[in-house]
């Protein structure tokens, strides 16, 4: 028999693939750590077992014991946002490849660079980062298989004449089987699925507005992708556009080629006058220290800005 619940995971700007900076500030756990678990959930990572493993804040009464069905939303006013579902989930604990590992330690690292972490992981090499994720691997007992693990291209307001969130807490709430069928049917669109393969360059549609730190609008992370390849195909490698920053030359380690650096529009995509529409061209590429700078600074700079600020080309 399968239960269905809503779960809220904590806001993240990057498309829960990774974690991202500016979160710190706050006696919640994100605002002493500047890390929420839930940033991996969406990375697709496959676990040793062949399954994903999600983290959830808090679980289910009964998760060892059959099988759930969830809602994942974030907490956004006026309505909550479903971002995605998770079908056929088992309790279940298993191991993830070195690799991966290695790659969660980077980004902490680099998150760390930006002080952006707290005390638990800041000040630690990469090293030490996979021993502790390593230990905290018994936190992803949500364990089901890559098929099942729905992610909506942008978020969608909670429909409310199906059902209510009772709650702002990071609790599992009920929902009949009879709800779940129908947000599934009004959410799970086929053009609402996170899959988009073109060959020209595409317009992708800008997510709704979220409450979080700020009000930011959630970027379709295919364009994002896109954008990043194309930068490689011409240029060889991804660095920062703004300071020349280039992560593999920079820690002496092959492993960090094509890492770190971030996709950033000029235009914020909180601005009125940003269009709905973005394209991969339209995307600069910065260290995460610059991308943090321009979006610190008032008012918000351009990245040739911010380069000329730097003397760069001096």
């Known amino acids: 028999m399968s239960n269905f619940r809503y779960i809220r995971m904590a806001g993240n700007e990057l498309g829960w693939t990774r974690p991202h900076g500016g979160r710190m500030g706050g006696e919640d756990y994100l605002g002493k750590e500047g890390l929420a678990h839930e940033d991996w959930n969406f990375s697709k990572d496959v676990w040793v077992d062949g399954r994903y493993h999600l983290y959830l804040r808090e679980t289910p009464a009964g998760f060892d014991n059959g099988l759930f069905n969830f809602v994942l939303g974030v907490h956004a006013r006026p309505d909550p946002m479903i971002i995605g579902f998770v079908e056929n989930a088992s309790f279940g604990v298993s191991d993830l490849p070195e690799s991966v590992v290695r790659r969660r330690a980077q980004e902490l690292f680099a998150l760390n660079e930006v002080?952006?972490?707290?005390?638990?992981?800041?000040?630690?090499?990469?090293?030490?980062?996979?021993?502790?994720?390593?230990?905290?691997?018994?936190?992803?007992?949500?364990s089901l298989a890559p098929q099942?693990?729905?992610?909506?291209?942008?978020?969608?307001?909670?429909?409310?004449?199906?059902?209510?969130?009772?709650?702002?807490?990071?609790?599992?709430l009920k929902m009949t089987k009879e709800q779940y069928i129908a947000l599934k049917g009004r959410v799970l669109l086929p053009d609402t699925v996170s899959s988009v393969e073109q060959e020209e360059e595409p317009s992708f549609p800008e997510g709704f507005l979220i409450e979080r730190l700020h009000r930011s609008r959630e970027r379709s992370r295919v364009v994002v992708k896109q954008a990043k390849e194309q930068f490689i195909h011409k240029h060889g490698r991804l660095f920062c556009e703004a300071c020349d920053f280039e992560p593999a030359e920079y820690f002496g380690s092959e492993m960090l080629r094509d890492r770190i650096i971030e996709a950033h529009h000029d235009v914020g995509l909180a601005n009125p006058e940003h269009c709905v529409k973005t394209k991969p061209s339209d995307l600069k590429m910065v260290c995460p220290t610059c991308h943090r700078a321009i979006h610190t600074i008032r008012p918000w700079l351009k990245v040739d800005q911010l380069r000329a600020l730097l003397g760069i080309d001096e």
């Open 115 to 142: 002080r952006s972490l707290g005390t638990r992981y800041g000040g630690k090499s990469v090293a030490q980062l996979s021993k502790l994720l390593r230990k905290e691997v018994v936190d992803y007992c949500v």
């Open 148 to 172: 099942d693990l729905y992610i909506l291209a942008q978020p969608v307001p909670m429909p409310s004449d199906i059902y209510k969130v009772t709650t702002p807490r990071f609790l599992p």
